[in-house]
């Protein structure tokens, strides 16, 4: 059954109506990456939206000359730049070693008191299950935040950590399986702005093309799916209801 289906059986609002988001990311810049634009469209329309990153980004450096100590730290600086830009309500750090060997039962573990806290009506964050992704921690933190969903709500699963709390969506960026395109034309040059503030991670002189690759990608989006007679872009997302997170094969072409 398609999704589209479900939220309306189930009276869910749409992605861009949910009055609360949990975003959260593998490493320090990758809910922009992935949803950057919606993000900044669902804080302008009064959204609350907590960011979460799991690991202290110090991988993120092809620089043999690179301090990893001081990269993490000047990367919890451009996540405090952005989230000002982005209109972020509070940003929290696991603290998580980046390409570390911490287990996904360990970051579930870590969410689950979270979610029953805030008690978000959407939670986000990137698809493990998207082929090829070859990077343990999006594998591990997509998993994990996916199970963290579906414990938050029983209520013998870590018994005495918040009151048990059934997250009504979870959207994934970064998804081979999309079933929702935001038009989010009026917010796409802040999400490379955005971006581009992870200076660390995207002042290089690879960022002319890559900025163009993810233009050049939005703008098709938009074409598929709004037409051609005007120029826009879109960000695509898996949306499911926590109810299809477990048991459910026909998920994937939900
Ligand atoms: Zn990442």
């Given amino acids: 059954m398609k999704f589209e289906v479900i939220r309306q059986m189930l009276n869910l609002p749409a992605l861009l109506d949910v009055p609360s988001v949990l975003a959260v990311e593998p490493h320090p810049d990758d809910n922009e990456v992935g949803a950057g634009a919606t993000i900044k469209l669902l804080t302008e329309r009064g959204a609350r939206v907590w960011y979460v990153t799991v690991t202290d980004g110090r991988a993120g450096s092809e620089d043999k000359a690179v301090n990893p100590e001081e990269l993490v730290a000047v990367r919890a600086e451009e996540r405090a730049k952005v989230n000002q830009l ?7 750090q696991l603290g998580f070693e980046d390409a570390g060997a911490w287990t996904e039962r360990e970051l579930t573990q870590a969410l689950v008191p979270l979610i029953r806290r805030w008690r978000p009506a959407a939670v986000m964050t990137v698809d493990a299950w998207t082929p ?27 018994r005495g950590q918040g009151d048990p709390y059934e997250v009504p969506q979870i959207v994934y960026y970064g998804s081979a399986y999309p079933n929702t395109f935001v038009d989010v034309s009026a917010t796409w040059e802040t999400k490379l702005q955005a971006m581009r503030a992870h200076v660390s991670q995207f002042d290089t002189p690879n960022w002319a093309l890559l900025s163009q690759f993810l233009t050049e990608e939005a703008t098709r989006l938009y074409r598929e799916h709004y037409g051609s007679a005007k120029r826009g872009q879109v960000e695509a997302f898996k949306v499911l209801s926590s109810m299809q997170l477990h048991f459910f094969p026909e998920a994937m072409r939900s």
């Fill in 132 to 158: 090829y992704e070859s990077h343990p921690d999006h594998i591990k933190t997509g998993r994990a935040v996916s199970a963290a969903v579906i414990f938050a709500k029983n209520a013998v699963i870590q």
């Fill in 86 to 92: 982005l209109g972020i309500s509070e940003s929290y």
